[in-house]
Structure formats: structure tokens, C-alpha cells
């Protein structure tokens, strides 16, 4: 059975959520390890970033660690499964851009992973202008959500096209994610499915001369 519920383990300042599966194992792990509590073998998984799912056996005290975000489990009495729920990792991190709009504070690349829809990043106009954040550690991407800009002239929403999104584990290792053709619009909330593993960076680059001026990025990973 599946329960109703979502645990939360904390490793330092790093919170990850899990859904439970009650009397299920996955089929397989790379690591067998015996430990104290669900929660311990919780962090565990949470410390190892290969790991996206994990099962604990409350009478043997057996943790299994898989590598499968979407695992393959069987029936098993005794056992609990937790799986990562992708969370946005973007937040908050540091991010730089090509440009900023008239060296304006309120046009900086970290207005892009603020949590705040009422702020934006802004380059100045450029060819392939660009924006990167450093998400400070190697995580599985699963999505990319881009918030394009929510007020001012059409043409504001419309500058948001020909855009690659690149990602990878370093600044010189990037591959890409997707290609918006575009043109958007204003208030739009774009969604990119984007299953890579071994990345750090991100990077939005428009491939022509233009402005580069979103509200928000959120990248969900495990």
C-alpha cells in the first residue's frame, strides 16, 4: 500500500521530502547497510546523491539504497520504501549573467532565484545574452520552470525565444536540456522536462541579439 504521507529528512541545511511505501522493497540497490531508524537510512540516501530511493526493514534494520527515482519494488513485510520528491534546488543559490540592464541592483542575475514573481533578471540588449546559476552541488535534474516576465509593454514577453537551455556538471561541460523557439508572452510559465544526471550549472542563452529578462527559474531535482 502506498501511505498517505511524506517524511522530511535533514541533512545540515539540506531538507529532503520522501513518500513512503508501506511493506514494499525495491528490487535494486547498490548499498546494504544496517542502521538505526527510518530516518537515519533517510539521510543516508540524502548524503549520497546517486541515491533517489531507498528501502528500511524496522526488524533487521537493513537500509537499501537505489540509484532509480521511479523504483521497481516488490511486496515485503517489514520493509518501508522512501523515494526523493524532486524539490527546487535553485533557490536562493548563486547566479551570474552577462549583462545587467543599466547596472541596476533590481536587474541582477539572484532576482531570478528569489521566490519573488514581482522580481526579474534583466541583461542589457547583446548577442547571446545569458544567465547561470551554480546550484553548489551535483544533483538528477527532472524539470526546468521558467516565469517569464508578468508586466510591461507585449514586446517585454515577447523577447524571451530562441532560447537554449544548457546544463552540466561544470561551466565547460554543458549539454543541452531543451530549445524554446518561442516567442513567449507575458505572464507565461514555461515547463521543460529535463532528465539529466551529474548536474551543477544551469544556463538560459538566447541565440540572437536580444534582452534577457525573466522573473524566476526553479529547477527540480533530487
Known amino acids: 500500500m502506498t501511505a498517505l504521507f511524506y517524511i522530511v529528512a535533514s541533512l545540515k541545511s539540506n531538507q ?39 528501502s528500511y526493514n524496522e526488524d533487521s534494520k537493513i537500509c537499501l ?29 548563486s547566479a551570474t549573467q552577462s549583462s545587467v540592464f543599466e547596472n541596476l541592483p533590481i536587474n541582477i542575475a539572484s532576482r531570478a532565484v528569489d ?42 514577453g515577447e523577447r524571451l525565444h530562441d532560447l537554449d537551455i544548457t546544463v552540466g556538471p561544470t561551466e565547460n561541460e554543458m549539454q543541452l536540456c531543451a530549445h524554446y523557439v518561442g516567442p513567449s508572452k507575458l505572464k507565461d510559465h514555461l515547463v521543460f522536462e529535463c532528465l539529466h544526471e551529474d548536474v ?10 536580444e534582452v534577457l529578462n525573466v522573473v524566476e527559474v526553479k529547477v527540480y531535482a533530487w
Not at 547571446?128 to 517585454?156: A, Q, T
Request: a positive charge; one cysteine or more.
Open 16 to 54: 529532503q521530502a520522501f513518500s513512503i511505501e508501506i511493506n514494499k522493497t525495491i528490487l535494486s540497490h547498490q548499498t546494504s547497510l544496517v542502521d538505526s531508524s527510518i530516518i537515519a537510512c533517510a539521510v543516508l540516501c540524502i548524503s549520497d546523491y546517486k541515491c533517489c530511493s531507498a
Open 65 to 93: 539504497l537505489g540509484n532509480q527515482c521511479s523504483p521497481v519494488m516488490r511486496d515485503s513485510a517489514n520493509f518501508k520504501t522512501l523515494t526523493k520528491q524532486p524539490r527546487d534546488v535553485a533557490y536562493g543559490k
Open 115 to 156: 521566490g519573488d514573481l514581482t522580481t526579474w533578471m534583466h541583461t542589457a540588449k547583446e548577442y547571446m545574452p545569458f544567465w547561470i546559476v551554480d546550484l553548489e552541488k551535483i544533483y538528477k535534474i527532472k524539470r526546468i520552470e521558467i516565469f517569464n516576465r508578468n508586466k510591461g509593454y507585449r514586446i517585454s
Open 200 to 209: 551543477r550549472f544551469v544556463k538560459l542563452m538566447i541565440n540572437s541579439t
